[in-house]
């Protein structure tokens, strides 16, 4: 199987750690992070003072169109919104962090919410 290219849009670098702790690999963050943005309407106040909105449109910019095998890197509400194979999050789910001493250290892999898995045809 090819090595796939790894591509960080996150602002921060990204740590994989194996099973013993070890790193696996560390992916620099990027310099032009994709960014996530909303447009919000109010809907109404919750107990009379938490704000309460709706999310009416969303819009993603910095993520490059499909490439074969390059997998993009990017915050979990953009992986989540985008759907695609070829961009995944950091495994940020119970189990996926790796803390020592309550540290943050690392994760152990990438999520995706595409309806394929990247790299399958």
């Known amino acids: 199987m090819a090595q796939e290219k790894i591509i960080n ?3 921060n670098d990204i740590t994989i ?5 070890q790193i696996v690999t560390m992916i620099p963050k ?3 992070p994709a960014r996530i943005h909303f447009e919000r309407e109010a809907i ?6 938490i704000p309460l909105v709706k999310i009416l ?4 910019e910095g993520v490059p169109d499909p490439e074969p ?3 993009y890197v990017v915050s979990s509400i953009i992986a989540h919104h ?3 194979p070829d961009v995944v999050s950091p495994d940020t789910a119970p189990g996926g962090v790796v803390k020592v001493n309550g540290r943050l250290v690392g994760v152990r ?3 995706s919410w595409a309806d394929e898995s990247p790299g399958e045809e």
């Open 109 to 111: 892999g990438f999520q």
């Open 17 to 21: 750690v194996g099973n013993y702790r």
């Open 44 to 49: 109404r106040m919750v107990n009379g003072k």
């Open 57 to 60: 449109t969303v819009w993603i």
């Open 9 to 11: 849009l996150t602002g």
């Open 82 to 84: 985008l759907k695609r």
């Open 30 to 32: 990027s310099k032009n």
């Open 69 to 71: 095998g390059v997998i």
